[in-house]
């Protein structure tokens, strides 16, 4: 397995142009996965079938690796689900390859069997049940374990548009299982003909944690799958972005992207939720909990639901890696079935800290600074708290003693900034 460093590992693909399994499996060959390793854990699954090897293309004079898997033994093209999840699980692979995997076939199994009329264990596939299918899911999933990928973000998704010939005959494109696995989905025709298949849509859909622009992330490296066609007009092809998430820990400064002077940039996640059928003796523990978790800040709002019903919105603004866990902690917290995230950009004050004593006890002082400037200087409340719980006084006037301590410091708007403070 690459090493891409440390940070969460995001794969951001690109389906603008519409996506394949076997044009995602060439733009993570593209980007340096192993072909031996992947070839592997394709034959883990259906030994002596396929042979995976890729070369390179020109679609619309872009320069892509095209992916080819070619069969080295017959095939009949006709599985079932039941045989295809039975090989996948009893196969020796990394825990998350065959996870992936499973999540990709099963998403098929289940919109086919929509479309069918038939139990999802009585599914049997046509063209996505065939060697060469089978290799494109699992060896998209092998790729991205190979290059360390923890996270797959997708965009927009072009599906095409006007008709194919499949094994039922003349079908409208998208085609129905492509349409039964978009629901949900950020969709586009985005041309003629079938640009999104079943195969490549069941991957990004059971794959993807969200769909968005290209997300915050330190870049590694970009990989370009070709499709099988060359197309007048446009590019044929699947671009994937590999790069490292970037954390509120490791701010870009302003001044080196064009943004307000003096102050710093963070992506951060935000978390939401509706919710109107929560005690509301509750919401303070919820608010707490999240913010022990990690959680930058957290805030109700109250608001008007359907049919008159008064409810809170939970937000929660977190840094991109906690965002997953502080999702799993809203979901065990509140009477919520679901949330939705986004990715904001906040500006910051730079900010510090130094101490200040009243009477014996040390209180923190938050001090926001710009420009070498203190902009704002604060107290520290539940330093203030405990303090005044220590020396038998009212919060209010160990409140207004550290801020005169402060005062007296010289921690006071326009002030210089003290030399070593903390950030």
Not at 241 to 249: A, K
């Amino acid at each position: 397995m690459h090493s891409r460093g440390r940070g969460r590992v995001v794969a951001w693909v690109d389906a603008s142009a519409g996506l394949a399994g076997d044009m995602l499996l060439g733009a993570l060959l593209d980007l340096g996965a192993d072909l031996g390793a992947i070839q592997r854990w394709v034959d883990a699954v259906v030994p002596g079938t396929v042979r995976i090897s890729v070369t390179e293309a020109r679609r619309a004079g872009l320069r892509a690796a095209q992916a080819h898997v070619g069969l080295v033994a017959p095939d009949q093209h006709h599985r079932r689900w039941a045989e295809i999840r039975a090989r996948i699980a009893g196969a020796d692979l990394p825990e998350r390859t065959t996870s992936r995997a499973l999540a990709a076939f099963e998403a098929l199994a289940r919109v086919e069997g929509v479309a069918h009329g038939v139990a999802v264990d009585e599914v049997e596939f046509h063209e996505v049940g065939s060697w060469d299918s089978i290799a494109d899911v699992v060896g998209v999933c092998a790729g991205l374990e190979d290059l360390g990928v923890d996270e797959v973000v997708v965009s927009r998704i072009a599906v095409g548009s006007g008709w194919v010939r499949g094994s039922h005959g003349r079908l409208p494109v998208p085609v129905p299982a492509v349409v039964g696995l978009a629901r949900g989905w950020q969709v586009e025709a985005g041309g003629q003909g079938e640009l999104a298949t079943p195969t490549g849509m069941a991957l990004v859909t059971t794959l993807a944690s969200a769909q968005r622009p290209l997300p915050a992330m330190r870049l590694v490296g970009t990989g370009v799958g070709a499709g099988t066609r060359e197309v007048e007009g446009r590019a044929n092809v699947v671009r994937v972005v590999l790069g490292e998430r970037v954390t509120g820990d490791e701010p870009a400064r302003s001044a080196s992207a064009g943004g307000p002077p003096g102050l710093v940039e963070r992506w951060m996640t935000l978390l939401e939720a509706n919710v109107d059928d929560l005690d509301p003796r509750v919401w303070p523990t919820v608010i707490e909990a999240l913010l022990a978790a990690g959680a930058a800040d957290a805030w109700l709002a109250p608001v008007v639901m359907k049919r008159g019903r008064p409810a809170q919105v939970l937000s929660v603004l977190a840094r991109p890696d906690d965002g997953p866990g502080l999702r799993d902690l809203v979901l065990s917290l509140t009477s919520t079935i679901g949330l939705r995230q986004s990715e904001v950009r906040r500006w910051e004050l730079p900010r510090g800290w130094v101490t200040v004593e009243v009477e014996g006890r040390e209180i923190g002082v938050k001090l926001a600074h710009r420009d070498g400037r203190v902009v704002q200087a604060t107290p520290e409340f539940r330093d203030v708290e405990s303090a005044a719980e220590t020396l038998g006084r009212p919060v209010r006037d160990v409140l207004d003693a550290a801020r005169a301590a402060a005062v007296q410091a010289g921690l006071v708007s326009d002030a210089e900034v003290p030399p070593g403070l903390m950030h």
